[in-house]
């Protein structure tokens, strides 16, 4: 049973305007979430994460929203580039397993056109 | 620059091989992970350690073993590879008690055939 799942397999987006990928969670028992970002070849990088005490982080031109009675979490990029184009990757996790064990979605391939 | 170094980026091996991934990282990090991404299916974790000689199995672990002698290298093991495990491999490692996640490596992509 998939706990993170991303229903979105690829997505396609304009130069210039907002890319959303989502996330959504059935395990209630998580607090930290984080979204990575995979170039082919190449492992995945860290972006941007969000703890269960907040609904909203940002960083420069990333955003992600947490809406945890929906269980849903977003990832929006403005304006978007062709340099985003990329893999993009939801994990969650739980405060107290051991290892800090991050629990992955499928991923969402973003297609940013120039 | 921190790093966590996968030894191989392509490897080709037979059906029935004994397969040995290596990963190491110099960050002094307790934990270390094995995920293989397979198109669709994200990234799926193999095993686990989150200490010398320690190990967990993930949510895949079947056919695989690994082991860690010490906290730098974690290693994993395909007893005796199937055309199924042909994938891309990834090492990660996170250091107890951090909410900023894994530090990946670039991956394996292993071709059994």
């Known amino acids: 049973d998939q706990q993170v799942k991303q229903n979105s397999p690829s997505l396609s987006v304009q130069e210039g305007r907002i890319s959303i990928l989502n996330c959504d969670y059935t395990?209630?028992?998580?607090?930290?979430f984080l979204w990575y970002k995979k170039y082919p070849a190449e492992g995945p990088t860290f972006l941007i994460s969000?703890?269960?005490?907040?609904d909203k982080n940002e960083d420069g031109r990333f955003t992600v929203f947490l809406n945890k009675s929906a269980k849903h979490l977003s990832l929006h990029i403005v304006p978007s580039q062709p340099g985003d184009s990329a893999v993009y990757f939801c994990?969650?996790?739980?405060?107290?397993?051991?290892?800090?064990?991050?629990?992955f979605g499928g991923g969402t391939r973003l297609m940013v056109k120039p | 620059d921190v790093k966590v170094t996968q030894s191989s980026r392509y490897l080709v091996k037979r059906t029935g091989e004994k397969v040995f991934l290596e990963c190491v990282q110099d960050?002094?990090?307790?934990?270390m992970f094995w995920y293989r991404q397979d198109p669709g299916l994200g990234l799926r974790l193999i095993y686990f350690?989150?200490?010398?000689?320690?190990?967990e199995k993930g949510d895949i672990p079947e056919g695989y073993s690994v082991s860690r002698e010490k906290k730098e290298r974690f290693s994993l093991i395909l007893e005796s590879a199937s055309t199924n495990q042909t994938s891309m491999y990834l090492c990660?490692?996170?250091?107890?008690?951090?909410?900023?996640?894994?530090?990946f490596g670039s991956g394996t992509r292993l071709t059994v055939v």
């Open positions: 990660a490692s996170s250091s107890v008690g951090t909410y900023y996640g894994y530090t």
């Open positions: 969000i703890s269960s005490i907040k």
């Open positions: 395990n209630s028992m998580f607090d930290y």
């Open positions: 350690s989150y200490d010398v000689k320690m190990k």
């Open positions: 994990a969650a996790s739980r405060s107290n397993n051991a290892g800090n064990m991050l629990t």
């Open positions: 960050m002094d990090h307790e934990n």
